[in-house]
């Protein structure tokens, strides 16, 4: 039975379901439910806070865990990204009102406030700033204004939070996050086990790619059909069946979802005619 750490709550728990469910697998109907045990799988799903999923997994208790990128890294904790998941995805930055620092470089005894404590004493450490942290469990942007900081550290998505707060972000995003799926760095490969974290992550890649293409048909004449393929050459090579029409062939190729409508304009310019998308539910690479 594979063990699986699940975000239990905040942004990444809604959309990690939603992809384990497109993927195939059980999860829970209610969100008090702790664990599940989803037989036909044979997996088991934990579900914790996000920010306590690396310890689980880097203690070995648990073989793999759903966590963001930033929650790892703030963690220290000893596992390893082994798949992206495209996801919850923003920004790691500091912030400030305006006119107090422009950058990293002049937070030099000021106090910085953040959730993150680990990524940030890394980064004022990396470059050589001696400045204070303070630990908030969230809402950080209200902690300039009650003068608690000068400086916060937060996740930036839209920006929203910082703007509602009359804050501005200074210098260089700390880091990029989404979703990941994690895994204990040196974890032994016990056969059955790495088995079934491959047919997971392959279940995964699978709605990621699904979700990221669509299957495009349509009908070309055999003079143009070296161009149109150029526009189309799916991920090995598209499918060119012959049509009654002698002269005409038939184009099946996966395409990039946001190209599909310029792929198609181009198409039609080179005389290709009956241009379809489908999209595509499930996928193994
Ligand atoms: N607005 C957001 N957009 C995208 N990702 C976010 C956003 N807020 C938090 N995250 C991501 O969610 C993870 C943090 O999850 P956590 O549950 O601790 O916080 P949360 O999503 O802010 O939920 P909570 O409501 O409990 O504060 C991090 O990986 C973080 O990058
Ligand atoms: O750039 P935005 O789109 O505004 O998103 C970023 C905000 O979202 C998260 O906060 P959340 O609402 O989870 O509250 P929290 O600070 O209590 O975690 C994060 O901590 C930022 O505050
Ligand atoms: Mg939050």
């Known amino acids: 039975m594979l063990r699986i750490a699940v975000p239990n709550k905040g942004s990444l728990s809604g959309p990690a379901a939603e992809m384990l469910h497109e993927a195939g697998y059980q999860q829970r109907r209610e969100s008090k439910e702790l664990r599940i045990v989803d037989p036909e799988n044979e997996v088991e799903f934990f579900y914790l806070r996000p920010r306590d999923i690396a310890i689980y997994v880097s203690s070995g208790k648990l073989d793999i865990g759903i966590t963001g990128r930033d929650l790892l890294i703030d963690s220290a904790a000893k596992a390893e990204e082994i798949l992206p998941l495209g996801f919850a995805r923003s ?106 974290v491959q047919q997971f992550l392959r279940r995964l890649q699978g709605v990621l790619v699904a979700r990221t293409y669509v299957m495009m048909d349509y009908d070309c004449r055999v003079e143009q059909l070296e161009k149109a393929v150029a526009l189309t050459p799916g991920l090995e090579s598209p499918t060119v069946s012959p049509l009654h029409n002698e002269g005409w062939v038939a184009v099946r190729a996966m395409v990039p979802a946001k190209e599909a409508q310029r792929i198609m304009d181009d198409l039609y310019d080179i005389g290709a005619r009956a241009i379809l998308t489908t999209a595509i539910h499930a996928c193994r690479l």
């Open 91 to 196: 920004t790691f930055r500091y912030a400030t009102k305006p006119g107090t620092a422009n950058g990293v470089k002049d937070l030099t005894g000021m106090t910085v406030a953040t959730s993150y404590e680990g990524i940030v004493a890394g980064h004022l450490a990396d470059h050589g700033i001696d400045a204070s942290v303070v630990h908030l469990d969230g809402a950080v942007e209200t902690a300039i204004e009650l003068g608690v900081a000068e400086v916060i550290a937060d996740v930036v998505e839209t920006g929203t939070s910082l703007r509602n707060a009359g804050l501005e972000v200074i210098g260089e995003p700390i880091m990029k996050s989404e979703a990941v799926v994690i895994r204990r760095i040196g974890a032994e490969a016990d056969d059955s086990v790495e088995s079934k």
